[in-house]
């Protein structure tokens, strides 16, 4: 029986791997066991980056949103235990974008905690 040396499917595991790393600084890019080490790290950090732009726009919704409460006199937790109680359910992504682009809509809803306030 003759051997089988499976060349091709090398081949093809090979390709693959250096498709994924192309781009890759110095010999991880080139080399297959560099390149398999920083693809296994490229993958795991994007893993974990995936969620951590998740806290991070949540940041940076809360900010905005904050300046632009402390622009109308009232605090960022005052402003949104107000909503609560107004009973206005907006998130967090649309209050910012509110604040950034349409002052006037943003001014409405800080009346509108205000008074569900009694202030």
């Given at each position: 029986m003759?051997?089988?040396?499976?060349?091709?499917a090398?081949?093809?595991?090979?390709?693959?791997?250096f498709?994924?790393t192309?781009?890759f600084?110095?010999?991880?890019?080139?080399?297959?066991?560099?390149?398999k080490?920083?693809?296994l790290?490229?993958?795991s950090s994007?893993?974990?980056?995936?969620?951590?732009?998740k806290?991070d726009?949540r940041?940076l919704w809360?900010?905005?949103?904050?300046a632009a409460?402390?622009?109308n006199?009232?605090?960022?937790?005052n402003f949104?235990?107000?909503l609560?109680?107004a009973?206005?359910?907006v998130n967090?992504?649309?209050l910012?974008?509110l604040?950034?682009n349409?002052?006037q809509?943003?001014?409405a809803l800080v009346?509108?905690a205000?008074e569900?306030?009694?202030?």
């Amino acid at each position: 029986m003759p051997r089988v040396k499976g060349g091709s499917a090398s081949d093809k595991k090979r390709k693959k791997l250096f498709d994924i790393t192309k781009g890759f600084w110095g010999r991880k890019k080139n080399t297959y066991r560099r390149a398999k080490e920083a693809s296994l790290h490229a993958l795991s950090s994007a893993y974990k980056d995936r969620r951590a732009r998740k806290r991070d726009f949540r940041k940076l919704w809360v900010t905005r949103i904050s300046a632009a409460a402390r622009m109308n006199d009232i605090s960022y937790s005052n402003f949104i235990n107000g909503l609560k109680k107004a009973d206005i359910q907006v998130n967090r992504k649309m209050l910012a974008d509110l604040a950034v682009n349409d002052m006037q809509a943003f001014k409405a809803l800080v009346e509108k905690a205000k008074e569900a306030l009694g202030q």
